[in-house]
């Protein structure tokens, strides 16, 4: 008997994409709808602990508002629960887990289905264009606005729980505002790949667009010539002024037109373009009059279309410059910022000491007294909070998409039925896999010894080589785990969401045994500790503990090899 669809029931069948749309994200959004209940479960916890704190009150007075404001942080309402939740959820965290939702949704539900032959499987049927687009945006849109839905309902929990004294019009006005900004820049996802038909693109653009524009909006305090272009960023009107303290205001109404607009330029563009496959079906207009000209267009670095190493690499090419770029990015500012915080290394010395060893452990910091320091701070971000994030999402996903889906949507079955045996084609995956991590992290390494020159930080060539070298192999050890999973039970199994959860456990088991006695001993298995260890990544060269992640990620591909060679396939 066929399970009850509980999307079906909620929606009406006259919306059958619309409801495919949400079937598709449905594990997706649970995932992320976790990660941010649990997010805001420890800015609870943590608030009160710097609020307290008179060490941490005089830093915040001390530091340049201009500093702080590039950061998103109000010095004038850090200390009050609306400052700082908007300073970490609304300002960092929030946004980079919506957006990066709803463009990956936004690119998938388009493009990727045109290139994987399936967008003209479906114009095929008497739909009309605009209602194939409008059921796709509404269904990327209600998905967004159920995962804003769940920060929000997360957030007044977390109000009444922590007395924090929040009002519910600014709870309210922050989530739409965050729902906006997604929604924009997924609507300019849609119109890139209306554009170019390509999801690569499409996720490249409405990605470069959003770093742009919050760079534009943050960096405007310290760079005149950026207020002018910040009047019109995104970012500007989604965070000044604060929704959490201001409620509702003509910022939203500027996210909502800017959003319509968008979308309804996509739409217009959507219905106008030829899809892939029609261009290869269909004449071009005046063809007929042209003479023939037969001429083969050879791709760029097309001898990686030879074997599945290549081929494997060829469809991660376009992310590794997007991931690696955006690393690359964030090293070269943190680089820039030292200079303004290392001229009152006192002042940061007694802040460190002064707060709770809890607060710098959630960040995988065992040793705050290192962030006074130029490999501590500089290794705060890329090297010990959102880098090691990135790049196990890049190694993981890699695993998703070359081994999970393949297997799901029957590509590897059509594979595997050529003349080539299952462990070098599993081998060469895994291999293009973690030669695509290696250059993720080697762009922003570049950008290290870059920064090292031009701010002399005097960190050395052979620290910033040895941390990104650890920060490869922390990425291909969860990428071991995520095939191993794959390679025992399939692609019905989740192997990427228990990774998820595998690697968070791990990172809190890092931070939490470094405080804790009764976890001390068991400390010593988790990974993040064998990167992380007691100094900062950028500040202790290459340790022998790397050669775990290393010897972790080879068994655990070797295992999966072996397993996958007596497993049947789900097709």
Known sequence: MPRADPLGALIPVEFPILVKCLRDRRRA????????????????VTFPILRDSEAFSGFIEDLPPQLLAAFGIDPATYLTAAGFLFAYLYSLFGPLLVLIFVIGAATTEVTAEERDGLMDMLLSVPVSRTRVFVEKAGGVALAS???????????????????????????LAAGLSLWLLGILFGAAALLAGAFTGRAASAGGAAGVL?????????????????????????FTWYLDPNPLLGGWGAGHLRLLAASVVTAAAAALMFRRRDIAAERIVLPEKGAERRPSRTRVRRPRAAWLLSGVFGKTLWDRRRSIWAWGGGL???????????????QDTAALESLLTALPREVFAMFGVSNPESMATAAGFLSSRTYQSIGPLMVIIFAVRGVSTAMVREEHTG???LLLANPAARRKVIAAKASAIAFSTVLVVLIPTLAALAGDAVWNTGLGGGNILAAGAGLCLLGLFFGGLATVFWAMAGSSFPAVRI??????????????????????????????????????????????????LLAGALAMTWAATRRFRRRDLAV
Request: proline content about 6%.
């Open 29 to 44: 959004l649970v995932g992320n709808s976790l990660g941010l209940a649990a997010l805001i479960a420890w800015l609870g």
């Open 145 to 171: 606005l159920a995962l804003v839905g769940v920060l929000t309902a997360a957030l007044l929990i977390a109000d009444a729980v922590f007395g924090m004294g929040l009002a519910v019009t600014g709870i």
């Open 210 to 234: 959003t770093v742009l524009a919050w760079f534009i909006e943050g960096f405007s305090d310290l760079y005149s010539w950026l207020e002018g272009p910040a009047a019109a960023s995104p």
């Open 328 to 342: 690359a990015f964030l090293t070269l500012i943190m680089f820039a910022t030292w200079p303004s915080f290392s």
């Open 411 to 413: 590509a590897l079955d």
């Open 499 to 548: 990774t998820a959860v595998a690697s968070l456990a791990a990172f809190l088991l890092n931070g939490l045994g470094a405080l804790t006695d009764g976890l001390a001993p068991v400390r010593v298995l988790s990974p993040f500790y064998w990167y992380f260890g007691d100094a900062p990544p950028l500040g202790k060269g290459f340790q022998p503990l790397y050669l775990l």
